[in-house]
Protein backbone atom coordinates (compact mmCIF):
# COMPACT_ATOMS: atom_id res chain seq x y z
CA UNK A 1 0.00 0.00 0.00
CA UNK A 2 1.26 3.58 -0.79
CA UNK A 3 0.33 6.51 0.38
CA UNK A 4 -1.64 9.05 -1.81
CA UNK A 5 1.06 11.86 -3.62
CA UNK A 6 -1.14 14.67 -2.37
CA UNK A 7 -3.60 13.99 0.83
CA UNK A 8 -1.22 11.86 2.06
CA UNK A 9 -4.19 9.67 3.06
CA UNK A 10 -2.82 6.02 3.62
CA UNK A 11 -5.28 3.92 1.60
CA UNK A 12 -6.19 2.09 -1.03
CA UNK A 13 -9.14 4.10 -1.52
CA UNK A 14 -8.37 7.78 -1.16
CA UNK A 15 -11.07 9.54 1.76
CA UNK A 16 -11.06 12.24 -0.45
CA UNK A 17 -13.06 10.42 -3.18
CA UNK A 18 -16.79 10.71 -3.03
CA UNK A 19 -17.05 7.47 -4.97
CA UNK A 20 -14.48 5.40 -2.51
CA UNK A 21 -13.19 3.98 -5.90
CA UNK A 22 -9.98 2.27 -5.39
CA UNK A 23 -6.90 3.67 -6.71
CA UNK A 24 -3.23 2.20 -7.98
CA UNK A 25 -0.87 4.44 -7.06
CA UNK A 26 1.93 2.96 -9.10
CA UNK A 27 0.39 2.99 -12.50
CA UNK A 28 -2.42 5.86 -11.69
CA UNK A 29 -1.81 9.68 -12.06
CA UNK A 30 -3.18 11.89 -9.19
CA UNK A 31 -6.88 12.05 -9.65
CA UNK A 32 -9.22 14.96 -9.94
CA UNK A 33 -11.14 14.45 -6.83
CA UNK A 34 -8.32 14.37 -4.64
CA UNK A 35 -8.22 17.89 -2.43
CA UNK A 36 -4.70 18.66 -2.46
CA UNK A 37 -4.78 18.78 -6.52
CA UNK A 38 -7.19 21.99 -6.05
CA UNK A 39 -5.29 25.26 -6.81
CA UNK A 40 -4.23 27.74 -4.01
CA UNK A 41 -6.11 30.87 -3.79
CA UNK A 42 -3.55 33.61 -3.08
CA UNK A 43 -4.80 37.03 -4.79
CA UNK A 44 -7.79 38.62 -5.13
CA UNK A 45 -7.72 38.40 -8.58
CA UNK A 46 -7.41 34.58 -8.21
CA UNK A 47 -10.72 34.58 -5.67
CA UNK A 48 -12.79 36.70 -8.20
CA UNK A 49 -12.75 34.63 -10.61
CA UNK A 50 -14.27 32.36 -9.40
CA UNK A 51 -17.43 34.13 -8.10
CA UNK A 52 -20.18 34.36 -10.48
CA UNK A 53 -20.15 38.20 -11.22
CA UNK A 54 -23.83 37.88 -12.37
CA UNK A 55 -25.54 36.24 -9.22
CA UNK A 56 -23.26 37.18 -6.08
CA UNK A 57 -22.36 40.43 -4.37
CA UNK A 58 -18.86 40.35 -2.88
CA UNK A 59 -16.80 42.99 -0.72
CA UNK A 60 -13.29 43.53 -0.59
CA UNK A 61 -12.36 44.74 3.28
CA UNK A 62 -9.29 46.38 4.25
CA UNK A 63 -7.83 43.81 6.76
CA UNK A 64 -5.65 46.56 8.70
CA UNK A 65 -8.27 49.33 8.67
CA UNK A 66 -11.40 47.36 7.97
CA UNK A 67 -13.22 49.59 5.50
CA UNK A 68 -14.78 48.89 2.72
CA UNK A 69 -12.98 48.79 -0.31
CA UNK A 70 -14.53 47.78 -3.16
CA UNK A 71 -18.38 46.65 -3.23
CA UNK A 72 -19.22 44.80 -6.66
CA UNK A 73 -22.97 46.28 -6.61
CA UNK A 74 -22.08 49.74 -6.10
CA UNK A 75 -18.80 49.99 -7.07
CA UNK A 76 -17.23 50.39 -11.28
CA UNK A 77 -15.66 47.00 -11.98
CA UNK A 78 -12.36 48.90 -13.11
CA UNK A 79 -12.15 50.40 -9.63
CA UNK A 80 -11.35 46.54 -8.34
CA UNK A 81 -8.32 46.89 -10.72
CA UNK A 82 -6.24 48.21 -7.74
CA UNK A 83 -6.81 45.37 -5.74
CA UNK A 84 -6.18 42.42 -7.77
CA UNK A 85 -2.42 41.67 -6.85
CA UNK A 86 -3.08 41.91 -3.44
CA UNK A 87 -2.79 38.40 -1.00
CA UNK A 88 -5.34 36.51 0.72
CA UNK A 89 -4.91 36.29 4.42
CA UNK A 90 -5.39 32.76 6.21
CA UNK A 91 -9.51 32.50 7.37
CA UNK A 92 -9.99 35.52 4.16
CA UNK A 93 -13.61 35.05 3.57
CA UNK A 94 -16.75 35.90 5.28
CA UNK A 95 -20.44 35.57 4.85
CA UNK A 96 -22.84 37.36 5.99
CA UNK A 97 -26.93 38.07 5.22
CA UNK A 98 -27.76 41.93 4.27
CA UNK A 99 -31.39 42.70 5.71
CA UNK A 100 -33.65 45.03 3.55
CA UNK A 101 -36.55 45.41 6.38
CA UNK A 102 -38.48 48.07 4.35
CA UNK A 103 -38.69 45.29 1.39
CA UNK A 104 -38.75 42.04 3.50
CA UNK A 105 -35.39 41.19 1.30
CA UNK A 106 -32.27 39.36 2.51
CA UNK A 107 -29.34 38.61 0.60
CA UNK A 108 -25.84 36.93 1.02
CA UNK A 109 -22.85 38.66 1.08
CA UNK A 110 -19.30 37.73 0.93
CA UNK A 111 -16.20 39.70 2.26
CA UNK A 112 -13.35 39.21 1.16
CA UNK A 113 -10.77 40.48 3.99
CA UNK A 114 -7.47 41.63 2.23
CA UNK A 115 -4.26 41.79 3.48
CA UNK A 116 -2.07 45.22 4.35
CA UNK A 117 -5.08 47.86 3.83
Same mark, same amino acid.
Given at each position: !? +? @??? #?? $?? *??? #??? =? @??FARPVDWTTDTVPDWCPGKEP =?? +???? $?? #?????QYATRYRLIGAVTGKILHDSWRNKPDHLEQYLDCELP @?? =????? !? *?LNVATD? =? !??????WVSGR
Open positions: !M +R @DCP #VC $DC *ERM #VCK =A @DP =AI +RTVR $DL #VSQIP @DG =ALHAK !M *EF =A !MPVICI
